[in-house]
């Protein structure tokens, strides 16, 4: 089955406290991409990858930080995460790019204390 | 930047009828223009999605209406039933970038 994967989908942390969510594609997909959704605000894009190695910011990069050393693997690092980064949060895979339909995870949200 | 308004922010509408959810875009380099639909606990699934050349584009009882020179887009959902109820996000997008209006609740009262 196609399908995006995240983890973990929920998790409670402390302020500082590093974390990974991790996300991983079957599709062979080029064009991977982290959102955060917050209430009123939509989908906030906070980094993309073209291909692999190839990464570049979105809109909300600040406090983020990611990795794409194979195809199917993108991992959002939060290195020092704080209570502003507490939101629901989606990683999504398109075939070639952002003007095409992206495959969305089943969302990982973070609570941070 | 482009900047993506979507109203209403909740829509609520009896069973049988239909539902309207209206989008405008600020930037006229955007040239796709899809919708999806979140329902609880799941992420965005992607329902119909319109490219620039085309006006209109219809998929069973889901419908997507362009606007290029007004710079608006609307979806229309015709017979809801209960399983319609959900959030429903529009987007566009130009060659890098994609961006999300605010989303629509929708309820379908039975």
């Known amino acids: 089955e196609a399908q995006v994967t995240q983890n973990p989908r929920y998790l409670i942390t402390v302020t500082g406290k590093k974390l990974t969510v991790t996300c991983s594609q079957n599709m062979n997909h080029e064009y991977m991409s982290w959102y955060r959704q917050d209430p009123g605000l939509g989908l906030r894009q906070i980094y993309y990858s073209m291909n692999v190695e190839v990464t570049d910011k979105g809109d909300v990069p600040e406090g983020y930080k990611v990795s794409r050393k194979e195809k199917r693997n993108f991992p959002l690092i939060l290195e020092s995460p704080s209570p502003n980064q507490t939101s629901l949060y989606f990683c999504a895979s398109s075939a070639a790019g952002i003007n095409q339909p992206q495959h969305f995870g089943d969302g990982t949200r973070l609570s941070i204390l | 930047g482009e900047n993506v308004e979507q109203h209403p922010s909740t829509l609520s509408v009896q069973e049988g009828d239909s539902a309207v959810i209206k989008c405008t875009y600020s930037d006229s380099a955007s040239n796709y223009f899809p919708w999806y639909k979140q329902e609880l606990g799941k992420g965005p699934q992607l329902i119909i999605d319109i490219r620039s050349n085309v006006g209109e584009k219809k998929d069973q009882r889901i419908a997507v209406t362009l606007n290029k020179t007004a710079k608006h887009f609307s979806l229309h959902i015709t017979e809801t039933q209960p399983e319609d109820s959900a959030v429903y996000f529009c987007?566009?997008?130009?060659?890098?970038?994609?961006?999300f209006g605010a989303g629509t609740t929708v309820t379908v009262r039975a």
């Open positions: 987007a566009a997008a130009n060659d890098y970038k994609l961006s």
